[in-house]
């Protein structure tokens, strides 16, 4: 053999060599879709989970518009539960003009008093629990019931998770802060908040 035709031999062996390794790569991924499908191979099967970020927080498990959720539980973050400590009788028999009020600190500034009272949400019968407007027992954990009956699209929303805020993880099951997590149920409202103003004084200073 001549020189010639070692060098083409060789040549020939390399275009076959770069070409197969080419090719290797190519065939294992045609799209960014077929590499993550090659690549997430080894995590199927293995359920993806919020369960264990949510451990120690004490849920309830509720129903609504057809959805399926957790909330957390209130009664346990409620002060002053169990209300019938004290409301161990009608209320009209414990109000009194002399002495300063129970509740002094609690202040309604949320629809107007011709709207809401007290009694529009809590039950004076039944101190323990809440009511709804057509005297329906609400239980404290559930108080989303209450303010649904007239939020019904911040409520809707709510429920597809468009409104509020979820807990810990997207990952399946589902759990979502509950209206009075964000919102006092006395005073609901947020006070708006403004950007820093850009200090146009300091700009014509420096010129
Ligand atoms: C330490 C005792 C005590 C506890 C606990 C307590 N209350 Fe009261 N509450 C009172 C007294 C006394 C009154 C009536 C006199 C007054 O209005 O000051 C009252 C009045 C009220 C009123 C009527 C207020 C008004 O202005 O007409 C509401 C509503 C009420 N309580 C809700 C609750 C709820 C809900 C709980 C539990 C989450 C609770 N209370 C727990 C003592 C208590
Ligand atoms: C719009 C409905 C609504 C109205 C009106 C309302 N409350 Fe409440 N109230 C609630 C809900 C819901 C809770 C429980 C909040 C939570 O889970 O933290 C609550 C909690 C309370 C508590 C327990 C607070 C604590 O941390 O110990 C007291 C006391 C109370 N309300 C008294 C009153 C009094 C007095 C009025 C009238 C001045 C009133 N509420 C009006 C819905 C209402
Ligand atoms: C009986 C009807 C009624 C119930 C029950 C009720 N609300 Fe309201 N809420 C109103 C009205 C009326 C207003 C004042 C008008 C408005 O801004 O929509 C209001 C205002 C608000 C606002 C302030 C809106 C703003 O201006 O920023 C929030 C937030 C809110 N409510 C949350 C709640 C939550 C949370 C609950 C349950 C604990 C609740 N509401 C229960 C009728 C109700
Ligand atoms: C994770 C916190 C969070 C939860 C949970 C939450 N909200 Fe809100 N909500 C907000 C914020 C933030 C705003 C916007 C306040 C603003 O723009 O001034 C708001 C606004 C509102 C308003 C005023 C109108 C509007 O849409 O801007 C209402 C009424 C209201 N929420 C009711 C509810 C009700 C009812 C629930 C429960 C079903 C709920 N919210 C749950 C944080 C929350």
């Not at 001549?2 to 770069?18: M, S």
């Not at 973050?77 to 414990?94: F, G, R, V």
């Not at 709510?158 to 990952?171: D, L, Q």
Request: charged share 30%; glycine share 4%; with cysteine.
């Amino acid at each position: 053999m001549n020189n010639n035709v070692i060098y083409k031999i060789i040549g020939i062996l390399c275009v076959v060599l770069l070409a197969a390794s080419c090719k290797h790569h190519e065939e294992e991924y045609h799209s960014i879709t077929d590499k993550i499908e090659a690549e997430s191979k080894d995590y199927h099967g293995i359920s993806i989970s919020s369960e264990e970020h949510l451990e120690g927080l004490t849920m309830i498990e509720v129903t609504e518009n057809g959805i399926t959720f957790r909330i957390p539980k209130r009664k346990g973050e409620i002060k002053s539960y169990a209300c019938t400590e004290c409301h161990n009788k009608p209320l009209d028999q414990m109000q009194s003009k002399d002495l300063k009020k129970a509740h002094w600190n609690i202040k309604l500034n949320h629809a107007d008093e011709n709207t809401m009272n007290c009694i529009t949400c809590h039950d004076g019968n039944d101190m323990d629990h809440l009511k709804s407007l057509t005297l329906k027992t609400i239980d404290f954990d559930r108080s989303y019931q209450v303010c649904s009956q007239c939020h019904t699209r911040q409520f809707t929303d709510w429920t597809g998770g468009a409104h509020g805020k979820r807990i810990e993880s997207w990952a399946p099951p589902r759990a979502s802060m509950t209206c009075v997590n964000c919102h006092d149920p006395h005073k609901p409202h947020f006070e708006s908040k403004w950007p820093e103003r850009y200090n146009t004084q300091k700009v014509e200073e420096r010129k």
